[in-house]
């Protein structure tokens, strides 16, 4: 079949198939993770902006109140609390306070190639969270009183994002200099943990729709899995 085909399809075709016959299996289901998450968050996107999720994500939100107060959570007094602290591990200042710590320890230890992977790819995540944000200008949510102070736009959810970039890819970075197999499920276990407990929390708040939340993490997850990815690259040459 592929004799009949054009030069530059057969020579494509035989790239692809050389690059992947090399490849390690977790990087093909890295791959494979990042194609899929890439399609649902388009699909996702697609339905946010023609309306279709909206019945879903107000009754999300307005499950979380109490029936007859829209204006407290759902749960003992102390959770509004608890979903205030969850969704700080979240924010700029905590996040970028996590990403100076890591790289002035990466530093110390001479560990450049690594400080200079995490470093692009956490501030590339702010970056590119911030321009989908601009690009969707999703309203916030206004069936619900905020429980959190909100500044920008509401799809995707850049806490949900950016806990997944920073979480994943400092667990990722770390998981291979640990020696035991659980140490490394469990580093990774406390990443994604982090992850949904902030996304979690912003629906909690009521400051975004569980859409939100949920591009948040597809756009997050694919961006580390990538970072990953190059950051392997770099370390297998």
């Keep these: 079949m592929l004799r009949n085909a054009p030069r530059h399809l057969r020579s494509w075709t035989a790239s692809g198939i050389k690059y992947f016959r090399g490849r390690e299996p977790i990087v093909l289901i890295a791959l494979l993770l990042v194609v899929a998450v890439s399609w649902g968050f388009i699909e996702l996107a697609d339905e946010v902006t023609e309306g279709s999720t909206g019945y879903f994500d107000r009754w999300v939100v307005r499950s979380m109140r109490q029936a007859d107060d829209p204006t407290q ?4 007094r102390w959770m509004r609390e608890v979903g205030r602290d969850i969704t700080g ?3 700029v200042s905590v996040l970028s306070m996590l ?11 001479r560990a450049y190639r690594t400080m200079a992977v995490l470093l692009v ?10 321009l989908l944000k601009q690009f969707f200008a999703r309203p916030r949510p206004d069936i619900v009183p905020h429980l959190a102070e909100v500044y920008t736009s509401s799809f995707p959810s850049g806490h949900s994002m950016m806990s997944a970039v920073v979480y994943l890819t400092l667990a990722a970075l770390l998981a ?8 490394r499920v469990y580093v990774l276990a406390l990443a994604v943990l982090a992850t949904g407990l902030v996304g979690i929390s912003r629906v909690y708040l009521g400051v975004h ?8 993490w597809a756009a997050g997850l694919v961006w580390a899995v990538v970072c990953w990815l ?8």
Excluded at 73 to 76: A, S
Excluded at 123 to 130: D, K, L, M, N, W
Excluded at 230 to 237: K, L, P, S, Y
């Design 209 to 216: 729709y569980p859409s939100d939340v949920l591009a948040g």
């Design 73 to 76: 959570p759902i749960g003992p």
């Design 89 to 91: 591990l979240g924010g």
């Design 121 to 130: 790819s956490t501030i590339g995540g702010i970056i590119v969270s911030s």
């Design 99 to 109: 990403i100076a710590a890591a790289a002035g320890f990466l530093a110390i230890h």
């Design 230 to 237: 190059i950051a392997r690259r770099f370390a297998t040459r």
């Design 176 to 183: 291979p200099v640990l020696k035991h197999f659980w140490v």
